[in-house]
């Protein structure tokens, strides 16, 4: 069983910066994929970023490339979501998942034919214009 505890969310004006963190509850992330989604007020949950089980590679959703970072800390055990330039329709509650089968392209780009099996508890970021 994994467990995953998110943090960092908060109030931001638009343009600010967050760093999101993603704790999980195991002695290694080897062999999980772990990613960020997000999900507004009406809207459907959407990928945002991903870092693969298998080579660590790093993806992202064309709305957030080249503004968000996903990183990670294997000694902490935890997945950053560095968030820069951030807008107002950026807001919404932040989730992180894991899984070790789904592919972190087809997470960012909400073609999963399933939905991860392991989930934190959310974080909202709320963004002002």
């Known amino acids: 069983q994994l467990q995953l505890v998110e943090s960092g969310g908060g109030l931001v004006q638009s343009g600010g910066s967050l760093r999101l963190s993603c704790v999980v509850s195991?002695?290694?992330?080897?062999?999980?994929?772990i990613a960020w989604f997000r999900q507004a007020p009406g809207k459907e949950r959407e990928g945002v970023s991903c870092?693969?089980?298998?080579?660590?590679?790093?993806f992202y959703a064309d709305p957030v490339d080249g503004r968000f970072l996903i990183s990670r800390d294997t000694y902490k055990n935890t997945v950053y979501l560095q968030m820069n330039r951030l807008k107002p329709e950026d807001a919404g509650i932040y989730y992180c998942?894991?899984?070790?089968?789904?592919?972190?392209?087809?997470?960012?780009?909400?073609?999963?034919?399933?939905?991860?099996?392991?989930w934190g508890q959310g974080t909202q970021v709320t963004v002002s214009s």
């Open positions: 998942a894991a899984d070790e089968w789904l592919a972190c392209q087809a997470t960012v780009k909400n073609q999963l034919h399933r939905p991860p099996r392991y």
């Open positions: 870092i693969s089980q298998n080579d660590g590679g790093r």
């Open positions: 195991r002695s290694s992330m080897d062999g999980y994929m």
